[in-house]
Protein backbone atom coordinates (compact mmCIF):
# COMPACT_ATOMS: atom_id res chain seq x y z
CA UNK A 1 0.00 0.00 0.00
CA UNK A 2 1.52 3.66 -1.11
CA UNK A 3 1.47 6.70 0.97
CA UNK A 4 0.73 10.26 -0.14
CA UNK A 5 2.70 12.84 1.01
CA UNK A 6 2.21 16.38 1.41
CA UNK A 7 5.20 18.46 1.60
CA UNK A 8 5.72 22.11 2.79
CA UNK A 9 7.30 25.00 1.77
CA UNK A 10 10.47 25.44 3.82
CA UNK A 11 9.10 28.30 5.61
CA UNK A 12 6.33 26.68 7.31
CA UNK A 13 4.13 29.18 5.73
CA UNK A 14 0.99 28.40 4.16
CA UNK A 15 1.18 28.54 0.64
CA UNK A 16 -1.27 30.74 -1.18
CA UNK A 17 -4.53 30.06 -2.03
CA UNK A 18 -4.71 29.92 -6.15
CA UNK A 19 -5.91 33.69 -7.90
CA UNK A 20 -4.55 35.69 -4.42
CA UNK A 21 -1.37 37.64 -4.72
CA UNK A 22 -0.38 40.37 -2.15
CA UNK A 23 -0.76 44.18 -2.72
CA UNK A 24 2.64 44.82 -4.33
CA UNK A 25 2.16 42.04 -6.62
CA UNK A 26 -1.19 42.84 -7.60
CA UNK A 27 0.07 46.44 -8.57
CA UNK A 28 3.11 44.81 -10.41
CA UNK A 29 0.64 43.08 -11.98
CA UNK A 30 -1.59 45.66 -12.98
CA UNK A 31 1.40 47.91 -14.39
CA UNK A 32 2.96 45.23 -16.61
CA UNK A 33 -0.65 44.91 -17.79
CA UNK A 34 -1.98 48.81 -18.10
CA UNK A 35 1.10 50.62 -20.00
CA UNK A 36 -1.51 53.61 -19.61
CA UNK A 37 -0.49 53.45 -15.98
CA UNK A 38 3.31 53.59 -16.90
CA UNK A 39 2.73 56.58 -19.08
CA UNK A 40 1.12 58.56 -16.44
CA UNK A 41 3.59 57.72 -13.77
CA UNK A 42 5.83 59.16 -16.00
CA UNK A 43 4.24 62.33 -16.75
CA UNK A 44 3.61 62.78 -12.62
CA UNK A 45 7.55 62.55 -12.55
CA UNK A 46 8.36 64.98 -14.90
CA UNK A 47 4.97 67.24 -13.67
CA UNK A 48 7.13 67.22 -10.25
CA UNK A 49 10.69 67.95 -11.55
CA UNK A 50 9.09 71.07 -13.37
CA UNK A 51 7.34 72.49 -10.43
CA UNK A 52 9.52 71.09 -7.26
CA UNK A 53 13.16 71.60 -8.53
CA UNK A 54 12.85 75.28 -9.36
CA UNK A 55 10.22 76.29 -5.92
CA UNK A 56 12.89 79.11 -4.30
CA UNK A 57 14.25 80.21 -7.76
CA UNK A 58 12.52 83.50 -7.60
CA UNK A 59 11.33 85.59 -4.74
CA UNK A 60 8.19 86.70 -3.74
CA UNK A 61 6.14 88.78 -6.03
CA UNK A 62 3.90 91.38 -4.39
CA UNK A 63 0.67 89.40 -3.83
CA UNK A 64 2.43 86.70 -2.44
CA UNK A 65 4.41 89.12 -0.04
CA UNK A 66 0.08 89.60 0.84
CA UNK A 67 0.03 85.85 1.72
CA UNK A 68 3.25 85.73 3.98
CA UNK A 69 3.58 89.20 5.19
CA UNK A 70 0.31 90.33 5.72
CA UNK A 71 -2.71 87.70 5.82
CA UNK A 72 -0.92 84.34 7.33
CA UNK A 73 -1.08 85.23 11.36
CA UNK A 74 0.40 83.20 14.35
CA UNK A 75 -3.14 82.34 14.90
CA UNK A 76 -5.51 80.91 12.57
CA UNK A 77 -8.38 83.24 13.83
CA UNK A 78 -6.01 86.41 12.84
CA UNK A 79 -5.47 85.21 9.08
CA UNK A 80 -9.18 84.99 8.75
CA UNK A 81 -9.65 88.24 9.82
CA UNK A 82 -6.83 89.32 7.71
CA UNK A 83 -8.36 87.78 4.78
CA UNK A 84 -12.01 89.68 5.34
CA UNK A 85 -10.12 93.14 4.89
CA UNK A 86 -6.93 92.24 2.93
CA UNK A 87 -8.00 90.12 0.16
CA UNK A 88 -10.61 89.27 -2.75
CA UNK A 89 -11.18 85.58 -2.44
CA UNK A 90 -12.54 83.21 0.23
CA UNK A 91 -10.65 81.73 2.71
CA UNK A 92 -9.87 77.73 1.96
CA UNK A 93 -6.63 78.04 0.48
CA UNK A 94 -5.50 80.31 3.73
CA UNK A 95 -6.41 77.79 5.94
CA UNK A 96 -4.81 75.22 4.21
CA UNK A 97 -1.51 77.71 4.27
CA UNK A 98 -1.61 78.66 7.10
CA UNK A 99 -1.82 74.63 8.65
CA UNK A 100 0.57 74.25 6.11
CA UNK A 101 3.14 76.65 7.04
CA UNK A 102 3.16 75.04 10.82
CA UNK A 103 5.59 72.60 9.54
CA UNK A 104 7.30 74.01 6.38
CA UNK A 105 7.67 77.36 7.24
CA UNK A 106 7.28 80.87 5.70
CA UNK A 107 10.51 80.60 3.01
CA UNK A 108 9.52 80.75 -0.17
CA UNK A 109 9.87 76.75 -1.08
CA UNK A 110 8.39 76.68 2.59
CA UNK A 111 5.02 77.71 1.51
CA UNK A 112 5.30 77.27 -2.23
CA UNK A 113 5.48 73.67 -2.17
CA UNK A 114 1.75 73.67 -0.81
CA UNK A 115 0.88 75.11 -4.33
CA UNK A 116 3.25 72.34 -5.79
CA UNK A 117 1.74 69.58 -3.87
CA UNK A 118 -1.39 70.71 -6.00
CA UNK A 119 0.13 71.33 -8.66
CA UNK A 120 1.01 67.90 -8.56
CA UNK A 121 -2.08 66.65 -7.87
CA UNK A 122 -4.07 67.76 -11.03
CA UNK A 123 -2.44 65.89 -13.09
CA UNK A 124 -3.63 62.75 -12.72
CA UNK A 125 -6.86 64.42 -11.62
CA UNK A 126 -6.70 65.47 -15.37
CA UNK A 127 -6.21 62.02 -16.44
CA UNK A 128 -8.68 60.86 -14.77
CA UNK A 129 -11.63 63.30 -16.40
CA UNK A 130 -10.36 63.17 -20.09
CA UNK A 131 -10.23 59.63 -20.01
CA UNK A 132 -13.63 59.53 -18.64
CA UNK A 133 -14.91 61.94 -20.56
CA UNK A 134 -13.35 61.65 -24.27
CA UNK A 135 -11.23 58.42 -24.07
CA UNK A 136 -8.04 56.92 -22.48
CA UNK A 137 -6.10 58.27 -24.90
CA UNK A 138 -6.90 61.83 -24.57
CA UNK A 139 -6.59 61.36 -20.59
CA UNK A 140 -2.66 60.80 -21.39
CA UNK A 141 -2.45 63.38 -23.31
CA UNK A 142 -4.55 65.96 -21.21
CA UNK A 143 -2.49 64.99 -18.13
CA UNK A 144 0.49 66.03 -20.75
CA UNK A 145 -0.47 69.66 -21.49
CA UNK A 146 -0.94 70.14 -18.17
CA UNK A 147 2.43 68.63 -16.68
CA UNK A 148 3.99 70.30 -19.05
CA UNK A 149 2.56 73.54 -19.16
CA UNK A 150 4.30 76.89 -18.29
CA UNK A 151 1.22 78.57 -17.27
CA UNK A 152 0.37 75.36 -14.99
CA UNK A 153 3.48 75.54 -13.47
CA UNK A 154 3.90 78.96 -12.71
CA UNK A 155 0.74 78.52 -10.35
CA UNK A 156 2.18 75.79 -9.17
CA UNK A 157 4.73 77.68 -7.55
CA UNK A 158 2.91 80.19 -6.50
CA UNK A 159 1.75 81.22 -2.58
CA UNK A 160 -2.14 82.24 -4.03
CA UNK A 161 -5.23 80.53 -4.37
CA UNK A 162 -5.04 79.82 -8.26
CA UNK A 163 -3.95 76.81 -8.07
CA UNK A 164 -6.26 75.20 -5.68
CA UNK A 165 -9.12 76.63 -7.30
CA UNK A 166 -7.44 74.49 -10.71
CA UNK A 167 -6.90 71.37 -8.71
CA UNK A 168 -10.70 71.66 -7.21
CA UNK A 169 -11.63 72.25 -10.64
CA UNK A 170 -10.69 69.49 -11.70
CA UNK A 171 -11.62 66.94 -9.39
CA UNK A 172 -15.42 68.65 -9.77
CA UNK A 173 -15.14 68.21 -13.43
CA UNK A 174 -14.43 64.58 -12.78
CA UNK A 175 -17.01 63.98 -11.25
CA UNK A 176 -18.94 66.15 -13.70
CA UNK A 177 -17.79 63.49 -16.29
CA UNK A 178 -18.13 60.45 -14.56
CA UNK A 179 -21.51 61.52 -13.71
CA UNK A 180 -22.20 61.96 -17.58
CA UNK A 181 -20.82 58.52 -18.36
CA UNK A 182 -22.51 56.60 -15.70
CA UNK A 183 -25.28 58.06 -15.00
CA UNK A 184 -24.97 58.10 -11.53
CA UNK A 185 -26.42 60.29 -8.14
CA UNK A 186 -24.03 60.02 -6.01
CA UNK A 187 -21.53 61.17 -8.77
CA UNK A 188 -23.60 64.32 -8.51
CA UNK A 189 -23.49 64.83 -5.57
CA UNK A 190 -19.52 64.76 -4.74
CA UNK A 191 -19.61 67.32 -7.97
CA UNK A 192 -21.35 69.67 -6.19
CA UNK A 193 -18.84 69.06 -2.95
CA UNK A 194 -15.96 69.49 -5.25
CA UNK A 195 -17.79 72.72 -6.43
CA UNK A 196 -18.71 73.78 -2.88
CA UNK A 197 -14.65 73.94 -2.00
CA UNK A 198 -13.75 75.16 -5.16
CA UNK A 199 -16.34 78.33 -4.43
CA UNK A 200 -14.45 78.46 -1.24
CA UNK A 201 -10.99 78.67 -2.93
CA UNK A 202 -12.37 81.47 -5.69
CA UNK A 203 -15.38 83.22 -6.50
CA UNK A 204 -14.42 82.72 -10.31
CA UNK A 205 -14.98 79.35 -9.93
CA UNK A 206 -18.75 79.80 -10.79
CA UNK A 207 -18.35 80.59 -13.87
CA UNK A 208 -16.81 76.59 -14.52
CA UNK A 209 -19.54 75.35 -12.29
CA UNK A 210 -22.86 76.73 -14.29
CA UNK A 211 -22.54 75.33 -17.61
CA UNK A 212 -21.69 72.40 -15.47
CA UNK A 213 -25.18 71.96 -13.91
CA UNK A 214 -27.11 72.85 -16.65
CA UNK A 215 -25.38 69.72 -18.95
CA UNK A 216 -26.35 67.56 -15.78
CA UNK A 217 -29.62 69.14 -15.59
CA UNK A 218 -30.13 68.62 -19.48
CA UNK A 219 -28.15 65.21 -20.04
CA UNK A 220 -29.26 63.29 -16.80
CA UNK A 221 -32.95 63.96 -17.20
CA UNK A 222 -33.43 60.76 -14.76
CA UNK A 223 -31.26 62.86 -12.38
CA UNK A 224 -32.61 66.54 -12.60
CA UNK A 225 -34.14 66.20 -8.75
CA UNK A 226 -30.45 65.20 -7.84
CA UNK A 227 -28.93 67.61 -10.08
CA UNK A 228 -31.36 70.60 -8.79
CA UNK A 229 -30.90 70.10 -5.14
CA UNK A 230 -26.85 69.98 -5.52
CA UNK A 231 -27.36 72.95 -7.53
CA UNK A 232 -29.53 74.81 -4.63
CA UNK A 233 -26.59 73.31 -2.38
CA UNK A 234 -24.35 75.42 -3.92
CA UNK A 235 -26.33 78.44 -4.66
CA UNK A 236 -26.84 78.25 -0.96
CA UNK A 237 -22.99 78.59 -0.39
CA UNK A 238 -22.83 81.20 -2.70
CA UNK A 239 -25.52 83.45 -0.77
CA UNK A 240 -23.62 82.73 2.13
CA UNK A 241 -20.17 84.20 0.92
CA UNK A 242 -22.47 86.98 -0.68
CA UNK A 243 -21.73 89.26 2.75
CA UNK A 244 -17.97 88.36 2.43
CA UNK A 245 -17.52 89.25 -1.26
CA UNK A 246 -19.49 92.55 -1.40
CA UNK A 247 -16.93 93.90 2.00
CA UNK A 248 -13.60 92.53 0.12
CA UNK A 249 -15.75 94.49 -3.31
CA UNK A 250 -15.75 97.53 -0.97
CA UNK A 251 -12.12 97.76 -0.58
CA UNK A 252 -11.14 98.50 -3.81
CA UNK A 253 -9.03 95.48 -4.13
CA UNK A 254 -9.58 94.95 -7.60
CA UNK A 255 -10.37 98.05 -8.82
CA UNK A 256 -6.84 97.75 -10.97
CA UNK A 257 -8.10 95.33 -13.35
CA UNK A 258 -10.71 98.16 -14.89
CA UNK A 259 -7.74 100.09 -15.58
CA UNK A 260 -5.92 97.88 -17.89
CA UNK A 261 -7.49 97.96 -21.20
CA UNK A 262 -9.49 95.24 -21.96
CA UNK A 263 -7.56 94.61 -25.29
CA UNK A 264 -4.50 94.63 -22.82
CA UNK A 265 -5.84 92.28 -20.72
CA UNK A 266 -7.36 90.21 -24.32
CA UNK A 267 -3.32 90.06 -24.74
CA UNK A 268 -2.65 88.61 -21.40
CA UNK A 269 -4.99 86.00 -21.71
CA UNK A 270 -3.09 84.52 -24.76
CA UNK A 271 0.52 84.98 -23.46
CA UNK A 272 -0.28 84.00 -20.38
CA UNK A 273 -2.46 81.01 -20.69
CA UNK A 274 0.24 79.84 -23.67
CA UNK A 275 3.56 80.72 -23.19
CA UNK A 276 3.60 81.76 -19.12
CA UNK A 277 2.92 84.83 -16.92
CA UNK A 278 4.98 87.23 -18.68
CA UNK A 279 5.00 85.47 -22.31
CA UNK A 280 7.47 84.71 -24.76
CA UNK A 281 10.89 86.32 -24.71
CA UNK A 282 11.79 85.64 -28.69
CA UNK A 283 9.60 85.58 -32.01
CA UNK A 284 11.72 82.11 -32.54
CA UNK A 285 9.99 80.52 -29.37
CA UNK A 286 7.08 81.91 -29.75
CA UNK A 287 7.05 80.11 -33.30
CA UNK A 288 7.95 77.19 -31.36
CA UNK A 289 5.11 76.96 -29.08
CA UNK A 290 2.11 77.96 -31.40
CA UNK A 291 2.92 76.09 -34.08
CA UNK A 292 2.16 72.73 -32.27
CA UNK A 293 -0.37 74.85 -30.19
CA UNK A 294 -2.16 75.46 -33.20
CA UNK A 295 -2.17 72.01 -34.71
CA UNK A 296 -3.04 70.51 -31.77
CA UNK A 297 -6.78 72.23 -31.99
CA UNK A 298 -6.97 72.07 -34.66
CA UNK A 299 -6.31 67.85 -34.95
CA UNK A 300 -8.41 68.18 -31.83
CA UNK A 301 -11.33 69.54 -33.73
CA UNK A 302 -11.19 67.29 -37.02
CA UNK A 303 -10.72 63.78 -34.73
CA UNK A 304 -13.26 64.43 -31.69
CA UNK A 305 -15.44 66.88 -33.26
CA UNK A 306 -18.01 63.28 -33.28
CA UNK A 307 -17.50 62.78 -29.89
CA UNK A 308 -20.28 64.47 -27.32
CA UNK A 309 -17.95 64.39 -24.24
CA UNK A 310 -15.17 66.57 -26.28
CA UNK A 311 -17.88 68.78 -27.31
CA UNK A 312 -18.52 69.34 -23.52
CA UNK A 313 -15.55 69.85 -22.56
CA UNK A 314 -14.53 72.46 -25.21
CA UNK A 315 -17.66 74.17 -24.22
CA UNK A 316 -17.26 74.59 -20.59
CA UNK A 317 -13.80 75.67 -21.18
CA UNK A 318 -14.97 77.80 -23.45
CA UNK A 319 -17.66 79.26 -21.53
CA UNK A 320 -15.27 80.04 -18.22
CA UNK A 321 -13.44 81.87 -19.99
CA UNK A 322 -15.94 83.61 -22.27
CA UNK A 323 -19.08 84.69 -19.67
CA UNK A 324 -16.67 86.86 -17.34
CA UNK A 325 -15.58 88.80 -20.61
CA UNK A 326 -19.32 88.92 -22.07
CA UNK A 327 -20.16 90.45 -18.40
CA UNK A 328 -18.53 93.55 -19.49
CA UNK A 329 -20.90 94.34 -22.06
CA UNK A 330 -23.09 94.59 -19.05
CA UNK A 331 -20.82 96.88 -16.71
CA UNK A 332 -19.29 94.36 -14.76
CA UNK A 333 -15.55 94.21 -15.48
CA UNK A 334 -13.60 91.80 -13.65
CA UNK A 335 -12.12 90.12 -16.84
CA UNK A 336 -8.74 88.89 -15.92
CA UNK A 337 -6.57 85.41 -17.20
CA UNK A 338 -5.31 84.36 -13.82
CA UNK A 339 -9.17 84.82 -12.42
CA UNK A 340 -10.50 81.96 -15.61
CA UNK A 341 -7.48 80.01 -15.01
CA UNK A 342 -9.41 76.94 -14.48
CA UNK A 343 -10.92 76.93 -18.04
CA UNK A 344 -7.34 75.12 -18.07
CA UNK A 345 -8.88 71.91 -17.44
CA UNK A 346 -11.64 71.40 -19.87
CA UNK A 347 -9.50 73.10 -22.47
CA UNK A 348 -6.93 70.58 -22.05
CA UNK A 349 -8.87 67.85 -21.89
CA UNK A 350 -10.51 69.02 -25.32
CA UNK A 351 -6.50 69.42 -26.68
CA UNK A 352 -6.11 65.64 -25.95
CA UNK A 353 -8.82 65.11 -28.12
CA UNK A 354 -5.93 65.23 -30.82
CA UNK A 355 -4.52 61.91 -30.82
CA UNK A 356 -8.24 60.59 -32.28
CA UNK A 357 -6.03 61.10 -35.12
CA UNK A 358 -3.56 58.79 -35.48
CA UNK A 359 0.23 59.30 -35.56
CA UNK A 360 -0.77 62.90 -36.33
CA UNK A 361 -2.62 63.74 -32.85
CA UNK A 362 0.04 62.00 -31.48
CA UNK A 363 2.73 63.87 -32.71
CA UNK A 364 1.26 67.37 -32.41
CA UNK A 365 0.96 66.72 -28.46
CA UNK A 366 4.05 65.34 -27.96
CA UNK A 367 5.36 68.42 -29.91
CA UNK A 368 3.29 70.82 -28.13
CA UNK A 369 4.27 69.34 -24.71
CA UNK A 370 8.03 69.62 -25.62
CA UNK A 371 7.22 72.94 -26.88
CA UNK A 372 6.07 73.59 -23.46
CA UNK A 373 8.87 72.46 -21.11
CA UNK A 374 11.36 74.21 -23.31
CA UNK A 375 9.02 77.60 -22.71
CA UNK A 376 9.14 76.31 -18.91
CA UNK A 377 12.92 76.15 -18.72
CA UNK A 378 13.45 79.33 -20.88
CA UNK A 379 11.48 80.97 -17.74
CA UNK A 380 13.87 79.44 -15.18
CA UNK A 381 16.75 80.74 -17.17
CA UNK A 382 15.83 84.28 -18.11
CA UNK A 383 14.85 87.00 -15.65
CA UNK A 384 12.81 89.00 -17.44
CA UNK A 385 10.31 86.54 -17.66
CA UNK A 386 10.59 85.65 -14.02
CA UNK A 387 8.34 87.44 -10.85
CA UNK A 388 10.19 90.86 -10.01
CA UNK A 389 13.61 90.12 -7.89
CA UNK A 390 12.16 91.97 -4.88
CA UNK A 391 14.81 89.73 -3.15
CA UNK A 392 17.94 90.75 -4.91
CA UNK A 393 16.60 94.44 -4.50
CA UNK A 394 16.63 94.43 -1.33
CA UNK A 395 19.77 92.31 -0.62
CA UNK A 396 21.14 95.06 -3.07
CA UNK A 397 19.77 97.89 -0.70
CA UNK A 398 21.61 96.10 1.80
CA UNK A 399 20.93 96.17 5.79
CA UNK A 400 19.95 99.40 7.28
CA UNK A 401 22.63 101.29 9.40
CA UNK A 402 20.25 104.40 10.03
CA UNK A 403 16.22 105.15 9.67
CA UNK A 404 15.54 105.29 6.43
CA UNK A 405 12.42 105.69 3.77
CA UNK A 406 12.28 103.27 0.89
CA UNK A 407 10.49 104.04 -1.82
CA UNK A 408 9.72 101.03 -4.38
CA UNK A 409 8.23 100.85 -7.15
CA UNK A 410 4.60 99.98 -7.71
CA UNK A 411 4.08 96.97 -6.47
CA UNK A 412 7.37 97.07 -4.44
CA UNK A 413 5.71 97.96 -0.76
CA UNK A 414 4.57 94.37 0.18
CA UNK A 415 7.72 92.17 -0.97
CA UNK A 416 10.19 95.19 0.11
CA UNK A 417 8.57 95.06 3.70
CA UNK A 418 8.62 91.51 3.80
CA UNK A 419 12.54 91.80 2.99
CA UNK A 420 13.83 93.98 4.84
CA UNK A 421 13.98 93.34 8.18
CA UNK A 422 12.60 95.76 10.66
CA UNK A 423 10.51 97.48 8.15
CA UNK A 424 6.73 98.45 7.63
CA UNK A 425 4.39 100.96 5.90
CA UNK A 426 3.37 104.53 6.27
CA UNK A 427 0.88 106.33 4.23
CA UNK A 428 0.55 109.30 5.62
CA UNK A 429 2.13 111.52 8.31
CA UNK A 430 5.55 112.52 8.86
CA UNK A 431 8.67 110.29 9.28
CA UNK A 432 12.19 110.84 10.77
CA UNK A 433 15.08 109.71 8.46
CA UNK A 434 18.63 110.21 7.79
CA UNK A 435 18.76 108.35 4.44
CA UNK A 436 16.39 108.03 1.30
CA UNK A 437 16.46 104.72 -1.15
CA UNK A 438 14.30 105.24 -4.06
CA UNK A 439 14.10 102.14 -6.99
CA UNK A 440 12.68 102.25 -10.10
CA UNK A 441 11.83 99.20 -12.46
CA UNK A 442 14.81 99.48 -15.28
CA UNK A 443 12.70 99.73 -18.23
CA UNK A 444 10.84 102.37 -16.57
CA UNK A 445 10.72 106.32 -17.89
CA UNK A 446 12.87 107.78 -14.81
CA UNK A 447 11.06 111.25 -13.60
CA UNK A 448 13.36 114.33 -13.68
CA UNK A 449 11.30 117.03 -12.18
CA UNK A 450 11.80 115.47 -8.83
CA UNK A 451 12.63 117.51 -5.36
CA UNK A 452 15.26 116.08 -2.83
CA UNK A 453 14.34 117.28 0.82
CA UNK A 454 17.07 120.11 1.44
CA UNK A 455 19.36 118.46 4.40
CA UNK A 456 19.94 115.63 1.81
CA UNK A 457 22.86 114.94 -0.44
CA UNK A 458 23.29 112.45 -3.32
CA UNK A 459 25.42 109.16 -1.70
CA UNK A 460 25.26 107.09 -5.09
CA UNK A 461 23.59 104.48 -7.16
CA UNK A 462 22.88 101.40 -7.69
CA UNK A 463 21.11 98.31 -9.48
CA UNK A 464 19.97 94.53 -8.88
CA UNK A 465 18.48 92.34 -11.95
CA UNK A 466 15.11 94.65 -12.98
CA UNK A 467 15.68 97.72 -10.98
CA UNK A 468 17.98 100.34 -10.49
CA UNK A 469 17.82 102.79 -7.38
CA UNK A 470 19.49 106.24 -5.67
CA UNK A 471 20.26 106.56 -2.14
CA UNK A 472 20.46 110.55 -0.46
CA UNK A 473 21.49 111.12 2.76
CA UNK A 474 21.75 113.20 5.96
CA UNK A 475 24.16 113.81 7.91
CA UNK A 476 21.36 114.20 10.88
CA UNK A 477 17.84 112.54 11.32
CA UNK A 478 15.34 115.18 9.50
CA UNK A 479 11.35 114.88 9.93
CA UNK A 480 9.36 114.71 6.08
CA UNK A 481 5.89 114.80 5.18
CA UNK A 482 5.35 111.58 3.21
CA UNK A 483 4.30 113.85 0.25
CA UNK A 484 7.68 115.34 0.55
CA UNK A 485 9.16 112.09 0.22
CA UNK A 486 6.66 110.97 -2.43
CA UNK A 487 8.80 114.08 -4.74
CA UNK A 488 11.67 111.91 -4.83
CA UNK A 489 10.51 108.59 -6.66
CA UNK A 490 12.44 107.70 -9.69
CA UNK A 491 9.16 106.87 -10.91
CA UNK A 492 5.50 107.53 -10.51
CA UNK A 493 4.22 105.00 -7.97
CA UNK A 494 0.37 104.52 -5.70
CA UNK A 495 3.31 102.38 -3.49
CA UNK A 496 3.20 103.32 0.20
CA UNK A 497 6.27 104.89 1.85
CA UNK A 498 8.49 101.94 3.79
CA UNK A 499 10.29 102.94 7.02
CA UNK A 500 13.05 100.95 8.29
CA UNK A 501 14.67 101.44 11.31
CA UNK A 502 18.19 99.93 12.17
CA UNK A 503 18.51 96.71 14.18
Known amino acids: MSTT ?50 LGLQSFWADEAVTVGRVLRPSLWSTLGQVHSSEATPPLYYILAWLWTRVFGHSEVGIRSLSAVFGTATIPVVWWAGRTLVSRAAGIAAAALVAASPAMVWYSQEARAYVLLILLSAVGFGFFAVA ?87 DYLVKQFVFGYHGSS ?9 APLLATA ?59 VPRLGWAAVAALCAAFVTMAIAIDVT ?50 VSEIDTLAFTAAPVRHARVIPRGFRFAGRGSSPGFIFERYVS ?29
Open 282 to 290: SSVLTVVVL
Open 180 to 266: VRRREGRMVTWWAVASVLALLTHYFAIFTIVPEALALFVLLPELRRRVVASSAAILAVCGALVPLAVHQANQGHDVWISNISFGTRL
Open 298 to 356: VLATRGSWRSPGWRLAAAIGVLTIGVPIAAKVFGQDFFFPRNVIASWIPLAVAGGGAVA
Open 5 to 54: TTSRPASGRAERAPGRTSGAGALARSLRTHPELWALGAIVAGGIALRFST
Open 383 to 432: PKLQRSDWRDAAKALGPGVRPRAVLGADTGANPLTYYLRGAHKVSRGRVT
Open 475 to 503: DRPRTLSVGALSEVRLEPAHSPTILQEPR
